[in-house]
Nanobody, 120 residues
Framework: QVQLVESGGGLVQAGGSLRLSCAAS????????MSWYRQAPGKQRDLVAH???????RYTDSVKGRFTISRDNAKNTMYLQMNSLKPEDTAVYSC??????????????WGQGTQVTVSS
């Protein structure tokens, strides 16, 4: 129903920047909030940033002041601007879309993830 494709990951040096993109397609009208998560090998998947359909944002403490989440509803695309990157930011970053089904129940869709590697 909803397809999410991330892009923009890569290898950068500490202190550098990357801009991740998440392109949504399908039943995009059903998308409410969207989020970026990240998962390092052997670690759980953790929330990085969250944005509502109205543009309200939330960040995990470790990225506040360095990352900025945004969305362009006309382009059905969400972004994560990542500045002052640290080695501990290394992870697979995944896009999440929260939807509401016809019965009012929430359902989440996930992208395939994009690798971000920060070298020291």
């Amino acid at each position: 129903q909803v397809q999410l494709v991330e892009s923009g990951g890569g290898l950068v040096q500490a202190g550098g920047s990357l801009r991740l993109s998440c392109a949504a397609s399908g039943s995009i009208f059903s998308i409410n909030a969207m989020s970026w998560y990240r998962q390092a090998p052997g670690k759980q998947r953790d929330l990085v940033a969250h944005i509502t359909s109205g543009g309200s944002t939330r960040y995990t403490d470790s990225v506040k002041g360095r990352f900025t989440i945004s969305r362009d509803n006309a382009k059905n695309t969400m972004y994560l601007q990542m500045n002052s990157l640290k080695p501990e930011d290394t992870a697979v970053y995944s896009c999440n879309a929260e939807t509401t089904n016809p019965w009012g129940r929430p359902y989440d869709y996930w992208g395939q993830g994009t690798q971000v590697t920060v070298s020291s």
